[in-house]
């Protein structure tokens, strides 16, 4: 379980492949100082386990229904990514409950720039629809956000300059894929108004 509060923008150091799957690994800086192989540690909002350490650099697998199902997929060496270690019993919240199981990813339509703050509008493939609510929680690329508008197939964030400082998402151009999940209260309450139909 992560919350979405981002702990390191980390750089992706190599890809290696590993048929059906790959190895990616990552400078994590001083995140990886205590990071122990096993660990659940979730890149760009996508949790995977650490099976190799070795100083800063911390190393991952991903198998094909990861790589196919979020944007881990088309990284490459040099990119950025978004990094945070499971939540420990008792620490605080911060954010909102994200699982590290990625719902599906989504496309950066629009950015409004506004001065040192940005409204960013991502489009979704509208069976996530039902579970999205303005003023609900949604985490991109690992990032806990709170929806501004949410309509049929795109919804919009407003992010501070703390977050476009320190996420993926300070820099993501147009076009650019995200990990999207929605909150995970939502989907139960889905579930359960389905059922009784």
């Known amino acids: 379980m992560f919350t979405g509060m981002i702990e ?6 190599e890809i290696g492949e590993q048929p059906p799957g790959r190895r990616i690994a990552i400078r994590a800086g001083e995140l990886a100082t205590n990071a122990r192989i096993g660990d659940s540690i979730a890149v760009n909002g996508c949790c995977l386990t650490v099976v190799a350490a070795a100083g800063e650099t911390l190393t991952f697998e991903a198998g094909p229904e990861t790589l196919f199902r979020t944007n881990l997929g088309t990284l490459t060496a040099g990119l950025q990514v978004n990094l945070e270690r499971s939540l420990a019993l008792g620490s605080r919240l911060g954010g909102h409950f994200v699982t590290g199981h990625v719902d599906a990813t989504g496309d950066l339509l629009a950015r ?11 489009g979704f493939p509208g069976g996530l629809r039902r579970q999205m609510a303005s003023k609900g929680s949604i985490a991109v690329d690992g990032v806990s956000l709170t929806l501004v508008e ?3 197939e795109r919804f919009s964030v407003a992010l501070i300059p703390h977050t476009l400082a320190h996420t993926t998402l300070g820099k993501l151009a147009i076009g650019g894929r995200v990990n999207l999940e929605t909150d995970l209260l939502a989907k139960y309450v ?8």
């Open 8 to 13: 390191a923008l980390a750089v992706v150091t």
């Open 112 to 122: 409004q720039e506004e001065v040192d703050w940005a409204t960013l509008w991502f």
């Open 150 to 152: 949410v309509e049929q």
């Open 190 to 197: 889905q579930q359960q108004l389905e059922g009784r139909d």
